[in-house]
Structures are given as structure tokens and as C-alpha cells.
């Protein structure tokens, strides 16, 4: 593309005017964009041509007590009632006694794959026999770890097929994510694996499907706390646990209950400055870890209670990556007081649970519609030009008439500016 080449090496001027003129965007977009921009050079830090930041909205979900502890949780998405239903979820919590959350280890996976193995049960007893070995020069590799108490833990090797091994690789990397550290280790025990072993390697990365880093989180609800309307306590609890059995049945079901966890859990981890891509891939691959894909969540009547679990391999970190420079993350982790990566974790888990008891509350009662469609109504009265004095009024108007289409709306509009 004309003007394209070794865009990444020009400033950020120089881009923009490579916009204007190829693309021909008008004085009002290149505003747009430059008024979006807060700081190009912390844009080009972090991705590669870099032109401005895309903006979505922050809220606060509230009512989240961890271990005894409340928060208050930043959350980042762009869907209306998120952050609404997390915060409902918790209050509902909240009339039991809070979540409780538990780690007992956290350590990050990483593995070399050995190629073309023609001798297997002798590769893996010589491994075996230097595992003390390449832990150490796995330490090596990244001394400053050791120095905090962190390192590599332990290596075991998995058989793929009769010519592919897996070497896996554990190391506790203290508050942070870890991913650079990980594959930098792993890079320097599969080179001495190459060399003395004399074997082929693939390849050598991290895992996300972190199962080393397992979160459980647990919560009991009286089921009094459940009713309304026309329907009690216990008929909402019991169909929440059919909700539940539902999604560990059918995995239709199963990929929409576990995308409403992840509503939460992805909003979190974006605003702490987490990788929420990692997040969503460890989720859904611990989803099907029997084979099947279930329901990531599993909600129980136990006699006038309703009980709540779910595990989730969880690796955040809480310094490192995007935390140390992007200046929204330092606030919002200053919001949510955490001391550690394990306490965060705990947080964005039990977020997750929250959110789930939310949306299956909802579709048991009142359906998912009635709140959501009340934002989308409002969203949709935004985006046809009503002024904020105007959106709560054209909203209760569209609710009367039954109407949510902008064809509707603008009529509606119409009329209330002539009236």
C-alpha cells in the first residue's frame, strides 16, 4: 500500500498525514483521533504502529466481599448490564457470608517440545536423570527471580506420540504474569537439551492453560434471599440449580453460561492491566478438561441454602507488562487495594462467580431481557442524537410503546421535541 512502507520507523504525525491523504480523512476524524491520543509515546511503547487509543468505558462493581474483605472492583467492557449484574450478583452474595477463595499453588507452565524422537523411553530417563540440572540452568537464565523467591520448581515429561515429548516446565514468578520470564527459561534448558542431549527442538513457550494456578472460589446464599415476586426463595434456588445442571449437560448451553463468567472476569483483567485473551483461552480449555465442555460454575440447593463453587486456572499479575506504565491500571489497582497477584486473583474468580449467579437469577426469574434491554434502550436513544435530558424520557416512551428499533425511536424523538 502506497505510503505504507516501514510505517512502524515513522512519527506519529507522519502516520496521521499518511491517513489523511490515502485514505482521505477529514480534519473532524484526524481531531478525533489525536483528541483520543493521551500520550503517543506510550502508544508506540506498547504496539507497534501505534496511532491512538480506543476507547471503553470503566465502572465500578461493588458489594464484592473476598475472605472477609470488600472491594471495590474496576471493570472495563463495553456491553451494557455487565457490570450492573456483577454488582447485583454480590449483593446477593452478600446476604450469605461473601466469597471465599483459596490458592493453593501458583506457578507458570511452559513447555519444549522434542521432535523426531527415535529412542522415547531413554529420552525421558535421561531427563529424568538431569532434571536437577536444567532446573538450575532454568535459574540461571533469570537469576533476579531466584533473588526474590521465585524460580523454577519442576520439570516433568509428558509423551505427545511416539516421536513428540513434552518437557514441562513450573516456575513460581512471584507478583508478576511471567510470560518473558517463562520462555526466556525455557529457551536456555531447551538449547542445553539440544546440546548434550542431542535432540530437535519445535518449539519452547509458555502454556496458558495454567493448571498450576488453579483459583477456587466458593459461596453459600440463604435461599430467602432469593425470592421475588410470585416466585420464593427456594423455587429460585432450585432452578438455579437446574440452570446449573443444565450447562454441565449440553454444550450449546455451556459456551453461553460460561461467556457470561467471562463478562466479568475479562472486564477485571483488562483493568488491571492483565492479559484477558490468556484468561479466556485457560478458561475454556479447563472447561474441557473431561473431554466434554461444561459449565465452568456449579450451583447446589444443600437445605435452605443455595451453594456456589467454581475453579479457574487464574495467572495475573499484579506488577509487570502494561501495569507499570499505563497510569488507569496503577489507579485501579489503588482502588482495589490488593497486596499481591494472589489476592487479585481471587477477586477477578469470585467476580466471575458473581456475574454467573446474576445471569442465571435472571434467566430463572424475570428473564435476561428486562434489565439488559433497558440499557440497550438507552444506548440506542444515544445513538439517534437525544441529549442526555432527553434519553430517560425517550427510554420510558419506547418501554410504553414496546419498541426497540431506531426507525421507532427517532419518530418517538420527533414527537417529544414537537410536544
Known amino acids: 500500500m502506497r505510503g505504507f512502507g516501514k510505517y512502524y520507523q515513522k512519527s506519529w504525525e507522519e502516520r496521521l498525514a499518511i491517513l489523511r491523504d490515502t485514505y482521505r480523512l477529514d480534519d473532524e476524524d484526524l481531531a478525533q483521533i489525536k483528541h483520543l491520543t493521551s500520550d503517543p509515546t506510550l502508544g508506540d511503547t506498547m504496539i507497534e504502529n501505534f496511532i491512538t487509543e480506543y476507547e471503553i468505558p470503566e ?23 455487565v457490570i450492573a449484574a456483577a454488582s447485583n450478583g454480590a449483593r446477593l452474595v452478600k446476604a450469605g457470608n461473601g466469597f471465599h477463595a483459596e490458592i493453593k499453588t501458583r506457578l507458570m507452565l511452559g513447555q519444549i517440545i522434542i521432535e523426531n524422537v527415535t529412542e522415547m523411553e531413554e529420552l525421558v530417563q535421561q531427563i529424568e536423570q538431569q532434571k536437577n540440572h536444567l532446573l538450575e540452568v532454568a535459574n540461571q537464565a533469570h537469576p533476579s527471580i531466584v533473588k526474590r523467591g521465585g524460580g523454577a520448581r519442576w520439570l516433568r515429561s509428558r509423551v505427545l506420540a511416539d516421536d513428540l515429548l513434552s518437557v514441562d516446565l513450573a516456575v513460581d514468578v512471584q507478583e508478576a504474569m511471567g510470560a518473558n520470564m517463562l520462555n526466556t527459561m525455557l529457551e536456555k534448558v531447551a538449547s542445553e537439551i539440544q546440546l548434550t542431549l542431542h535432540q530437535d527442538i ?21 435461599v430467602k434471599a432469593l425470592s421475588k415476586g410470585q416466585i420464593s426463595g427456594k423455587q429460585a434456588a432450585q432452578k438455579i440449580q437446574q440452570a446449573s445442571r443444565l450447562a454441565q449437560l449440553d454444550q450449546y448451553r455451556a459456551t453461553t453460561h460460561n461467556k457470561g463468567i467471562m463478562n466479568g472476569i475479562d472486564a477485571v483483567a483488562i483493568a488491571s492491566g492483565n492479559d484477558w485473551r490468556a484468561l479466556e483461552a485457560g478458561a475454556h480449555s479447563y472447561a474441557a478438561r473431561d473431554g466434554h465442555y461444561r459449565g465452568l460454575s456449579q450451583w447446589k440447593v444443600a437445605g435452605e441454602s443455595l451453594v456456589g463453587e467454581m475453579t479457574l486456572p487464574m495467572p495475573v499479575g499484579s506488577v509487570g507488562g502494561s501495569i507499570k506504565i499505563v497510569p488507569l491500571v496503577k489507579i485501579n489497582h489503588k482502588l482495589m487495594q490488593i497486596k499481591n497477584a494472589r489476592e487479585l486473583a481471587m477477586i477477578i474468580v469470585s467476580v466471575g462467580l458473581g456475574q454467573n449467579l446474576a445471569a442465571l437469577y435472571a434467566l430463572v426469574t424475570d ?7 433497558r440499557l440497550q434502550l438507552k444506548s440506542l436513544a444515544a445513538s439517534i442524537g437525544a441529549t442526555p435530558t432527553e434519553i430517560p424520557k425517550l427510554v420510558k416512551r419506547l418501554e410504553e410503546k414496546g419498541v426497540r428499533d431506531s426507525q421507532n425511536a427517532k419518530q418517538i424523538l420527533e414527537e417529544m421535541r414537537k410536544d
Open 59 to 81: 465502572g465500578l462493581a461493588i458489594n464484592y466481599v473476598v475472605n472477609g474483605q470488600e472491594y471495590l472492583v474496576p471493570m472495563v467492557t463495553e456491553e451494557p448490564s
Open 202 to 222: 519445535l518449539m519452547s513457550i509458555l502454556s496458558n492453560y495454567a493448571t498450576e494456578s488453579l483459583v477456587t472460589v466458593k459461596t453459600e446464599i440463604p
Open 367 to 373: 428473564g435476561i431481557q428486562r434489565g439488559h434491554m
